[in-house]
């Protein structure tokens, strides 16, 4: 098997130190780079072009999640796995729709860490147990089912927004956990309330947990 070029993203120093010292033991593994922030990972990502890329999810300048997207559009042959200290299941399912093909907590043990890797590096999808509940009951609940009701005409993004909408969550927090931009949340709520033929954001609740949404 020939050498899996890594390239380490975060933004503490201490953290990716250890990550070098832990990869340092597995021969099948070399790490190339290191960045501490998105436009970093950016820049060397075209640079180095590694074959996977350990991604964190937040980082100055620009966020994992972003820097997912980016790094993408430009190479689609490069892997990505995120490893970060976020499991809430909306950053989950923004790190997968950018294109990360695999999501590990980075209090994962080593062998976890190295058998990802590897995995990520080969072409599979890989997540840590946890995630991989977590993640199936999230598409389970925002799932359209056969009781929806007018909810089955809001597309699969409305459908997110409502059920963070029901949470209780604020436009701005919405934007950040589905790294959209203000004007774009704006604009789903928008869309919300006019297929549900609702007057406000209390009645679109109302109906969004009669859906089962908003758990």
């Keep these: 098997m020939s050498k899996v070029h890594v390239l380490l993203a975060d933004d503490h120093p201490t953290f990716r130190a250890g990550l070098v010292a832990l990869l340092q033991t597995d021969s099948a593994i070399t790490v190339v780079g290191e960045a501490g922030s998105g436009d970093e990972v950016i820049a060397l990502a075209e640079e180095i072009k590694p074959d996977v890329i350990i991604m964190d999810i937040q980082m100055p300048n620009c966020n994992g999640v972003e820097a997912i997207r980016y790094i993408l559009q430009k190479d689609q042959q490069v892997r990505i796995l995120v490893m970060t200290m976020f499991e809430d299941d909306h950053t989950v399912a923004a790190a997968m729709r950018a294109g990360a093909r695999g999501y590990i907590l980075k209090g994962a043990l080593p062998?976890?860490?190295?058998?990802?890797?590897?995995?990520?590096?080969?072409?599979?999808?890989?997540?840590?147990?946890?995630?991989?509940?977590?993640?199936?009951?999230?598409?389970?609940?925002?799932?359209?089912?056969?009781?929806?009701?007018?909810?089955?005409?809001?597309?699969?993004?409305?459908?997110?927004?409502?059920?963070?909408?029901?949470?209780?969550?604020?436009?701005?927090?919405?934007?950040?956990?589905?790294?959209?931009?203000?004007?774009?949340?704006?604009?789903?709520?928008?869309?919300?309330?006019?297929?549900?033929?609702?007057?406000?954001?209390?009645?679109a609740i109302l109906k969004a947990k009669d859906a089962g949404l908003g758990k």
């Design 111 to 203: 062998d976890e860490i190295i058998r990802a890797i590897r995995a990520v590096a080969a072409g599979e999808a890989i997540f840590s147990q946890t995630i991989a509940i977590r993640f199936m009951e999230y598409f389970d609940q925002i799932r359209p089912g056969i009781h929806d009701g007018n909810l089955s005409m809001l597309t699969y993004r409305e459908r997110e927004v409502l059920d963070l909408i029901a949470r209780g969550y604020r436009n701005a927090e919405i934007a950040e956990m589905l790294v959209l931009s203000p004007s774009t949340v704006r604009n789903h709520i928008t869309n919300i309330l006019s297929k549900l033929q609702v007057a406000d954001r209390a009645e």
